[in-house]
């Protein structure tokens, strides 16, 4: 199989795992946001944010250690040699957990005024426990991925998401409140560890009969990387998650924090539903590929660059003109200012979520010592500015310290690759693609100025989708290759069929023929 297939198959099962979660997380969300209102819900968030900066220190970078060498045993045809991997990084995390659980409880400690903040200890407590199977659940999912087994992921996805969806509708029958909601929060960890920990476990034990001592230099080389990986991956969450969600709950903005939360998780969902699906195919591909050319990277760093610019560019660019429209739709009105969030966000998203292509290079070389670096200066930064710019400007300030931390890690990452691979990204094709989806969004927009609603707009997304894809095809930014396969894979659909052998396909297809040379398989 080749790589390109290869890659579009991972994605395939990927992309099926991610939009499943996704799409009942976001679903969710609406529900929790509607039920809660916009000062509970906002709360809510700080609560689920102080869980995922637990799991964020539980794991480390353990995630990323062991999906790194598990392929890269894997890839040496080393089971024995992987098996050992597995449990190594294993015990490692059954000692990180123990010792975030006594951070988490100084921390809430600190940070909560337990006198007159209104969240009870209950609340609190299920968090913190939250975290013991939320971590585990992730490291064995990661374990999954190390062993490129993403249709394994989706099979737990689709047992494990139906429960997460009636555990969240029976708190809300119950009108459990804030307390309801956390506890179906801590159950649905608790099956996800339970599904997740089942199929690696017996994956694992079919892997080899018996596992094989790591090369001496091969454990010293995961030790670093784990080590470095952790702090990189601590600091990177300040970076990449919402933590202005934190600054402005206690600054006493509890609506605003709501608000940001919604715009944030919004733009958060475009990114992960179309251009995350293939970033999370990355690592392992490019561990795998690490001793072929630099001349291979660099060509892979600049094919996948440019493929999630393409897949990204028409969901970015619907979301920002229909802000205000997605908004009062799925939260309702007493949401709305959570619009300008939305835009924002998503305008820098689109360039920032290829922060994806670049850590699977540098991860890939071993380079965390050099991110460390980077990344402490940007998590720096990122806290200064949400204390400055929060405190006097509120959820504005909030927008404007993620926009410009986000933006300034995006650009140094980007910089420190283009000098591993020697090689440019092409900027400028990036904003052609942009402005052809602002093209093909052109007449959805008027017809909705004219004929406002929710109807209209929903017609008008398959005319949005299906002219921004002519106009690819008719500027040549699918590439040949891509064509075929693409036509390959979906001409046995008879919609699709009747495309391929439509007269203005033939016609595509001669000019990419005239331009490239060949036809297509």
Same mark, same amino acid.
């Given at each position: 199989?080749?790589?390109?297939?290869?890659?579009?198959?991972?994605?395939?099962?990927?992309?099926?795992?991610?939009?499943?979660?996704?799409?009942?997380? @976001? %679903?969710?969300?609406?529900?929790?946001? $509607?039920?809660?209102?916009?000062?509970?819900f906002g709360r809510y968030s700080v609560l689920l944010l102080i869980a995922s900066i637990g799991v964020a220190f539980a794991n480390g970078g353990?995630?990323?250690?062991?999906?790194?060498?598990?392929?890269?045993?894997?890839?040496?045809?080393?089971?024995?040699?992987?098996?050992?991997?597995?449990?190594?990084?294993?015990?490692?995390?059954?000692?990180?957990?123990?010792?975030?659980?006594?951070?988490?409880?100084?921390?809430?400690?600190?940070?909560?005024?337990?006198?007159?903040?209104?969240?009870?200890?209950?609340?609190?407590?299920?968090? !913190?426990?939250?975290?013991?199977?939320?971590?585990?659940?992730?490291?064995?999912?990661?374990?999954?991925?190390?062993?490129?087994?993403?249709?394994?992921?989706?099979?737990?996805?689709?047992?494990?998401?139906?429960?997460?969806?009636?555990?969240?509708?029976?708190?809300?029958?119950?009108?459990?409140?804030?307390?309801?909601?956390?506890?179906?929060?801590?159950?649905?960890?608790?099956?996800?560890?339970?599904?997740?920990?089942?199929? !690696?476990?017996?994956?694992? #034990?079919?892997?080899?009969?018996?596992? #094989?001592?790591?090369?001496?230099?091969? $454990?010293?080389? %995961?030790? $670093?990387?784990a080590l470095l990986s952790t702090m990189n991956h601590v600091l990177l969450f300040i970076v990449g998650r919402e933590i202005e969600v934190l600054?402005? &709950?206690?600054?006493?903005?509890?609506?605003?924090?709501?608000?940001?939360?919604?715009?944030? &998780? @919004?733009?958060?969902?475009?990114?992960?539903?179309?251009?995350?699906?293939?970033?999370?195919?990355?690592l392992p591909v490019m561990a795998k590929s690490l001793g072929q050319s630099v001349d291979v990277q660099a060509h892979r760093f600049r094919e996948?660059?440019?493929?999630?610019?393409?897949?990204?560019?028409?969901?970015?660019?619907?979301?920002?003109?229909?802000?205000?429209?997605?908004?009062?739709?799925?939260?309702?009105? #007493?949401?709305?200012?959570?619009?300008?969030?939305?835009? !924002?966000?998503?305008?820098?998203?689109?360039?920032?979520?290829? &922060?994806?292509?670049?850590?699977?290079?540098?991860?890939?070389?071993?380079?965390?010592?050099?991110?460390?670096?980077?990344?402490?200066?940007?998590?720096?930064? &990122?806290? !200064?500015?949400?204390?400055?710019?929060?405190?006097?400007?509120?959820?504005?300030?909030?927008?404007?310290?993620?926009?410009?931390?986000?933006?300034?890690?995006?650009?140094?990452?980007?910089?420190?690759?283009?000098?591993?691979?020697?090689?440019?990204?092409?900027?400028?094709?990036?904003?052609?693609?942009?402005?052809?989806? %602002?093209?093909?969004? %052109?007449?959805?927009?008027?017809?909705?100025?004219?004929? +406002?609603?929710?109807?209209?707009?929903?017609?008008?997304?398959?005319?949005?989708?299906?002219?921004?894809?002519?106009?690819?095809?008719?500027?040549?930014?699918?590439?040949? +290759?891509?064509?075929?396969?693409?036509?390959?894979?979906? #001409?046995?659909? +008879?919609?699709?069929?009747?495309?391929?052998?439509?007269?203005?396909?033939?016609?595509?297809?001669?000019?990419?023929?005239? $331009?490239?040379?060949?036809?297509?398989?």
């Open positions: 199989m080749s790589y390109k297939k290869k890659v579009l198959n991972f994605t395939l099962f990927s992309g099926l795992s991610t939009y499943l979660e996704s799409f009942v997380g @976001l %679903l969710l969300s609406v529900f929790i946001a $509607r039920s809660l209102g916009a000062e509970n353990l995630k990323t250690a062991v999906i790194k060498f598990l392929a890269e045993a894997r890839g040496k045809d080393q089971a024995g040699v992987a098996l050992s991997v597995f449990r190594y990084v294993l015990k490692i995390q059954m000692m990180f957990i123990p010792a975030t659980l006594i951070f988490m409880v100084v921390g809430v400690y600190l940070y909560f005024d337990f006198g007159k903040d209104t969240y009870s200890g209950l609340v609190i407590g299920l968090v !913190v426990l939250a975290v013991i199977p939320k971590s585990l659940q992730m490291f064995y999912v990661s374990v999954a991925k190390g062993m490129e087994a993403f249709k394994a992921i989706f099979l737990i996805n689709a047992v494990v998401t139906p429960i997460n969806l009636l555990a969240v509708l029976i708190a809300a029958l119950l009108d459990g409140g804030l307390t309801g909601f956390v506890s179906a929060y801590a159950f649905v960890s608790i099956v996800y560890f339970a599904a997740s920990r089942y199929w !690696v476990k017996r994956e694992m #034990e079919g892997l080899a009969h018996k596992p #094989e001592p790591m090369p001496e230099e091969f $454990r010293r080389r %995961l030790n $670093r990387f600054f402005l &709950n206690a600054f006493g903005m509890t609506e605003e924090a709501g608000l940001y939360k919604v715009g944030f &998780n @919004l733009a958060e969902t475009a990114i992960i539903l179309v251009p995350g699906i293939f970033g999370a195919v990355l996948s660059a440019r493929f999630m610019i393409m897949l990204a560019a028409p969901i970015i660019v619907f979301g920002i003109v229909f802000a205000d429209v997605i908004i009062e739709i799925l939260y309702g009105p #007493e949401f709305r200012r959570a619009a300008v969030v939305l835009r !924002v966000l998503l305008a820098f998203f689109g360039f920032t979520m290829l &922060n994806q292509v670049c850590a699977s290079i540098l991860l890939s070389h071993d380079r965390q010592g050099t991110v460390m670096k980077v990344v402490m200066i940007t998590a720096s930064v &990122n806290i !200064v500015l949400d204390f400055l710019l929060i405190k006097y400007f509120g959820l504005g300030g909030a927008v404007a310290a993620a926009v410009l931390a986000k933006l300034s890690h995006a650009l140094i990452y980007q910089y420190l690759v283009s000098g591993i691979l020697r090689t440019q990204l092409t900027y400028r094709g990036f904003v052609h693609t942009y402005f052809l989806a %602002l093209v093909a969004i %052109l007449p959805v927009w008027l017809v909705h100025r004219l004929l +406002p609603g929710a109807p209209v707009l929903l017609a008008g997304i398959p005319v949005f989708f299906a002219t921004y894809v002519i106009l690819l095809l008719l500027q040549f930014k699918i590439t040949y +290759p891509e064509l075929a396969i693409f036509r390959d894979a979906l #001409e046995h659909y +008879p919609l699709m069929r009747r495309f391929f052998d439509s007269g203005f396909f033939r016609w595509i297809d001669r000019r990419y023929t005239q $331009r490239f040379g060949g036809e297509m398989a």
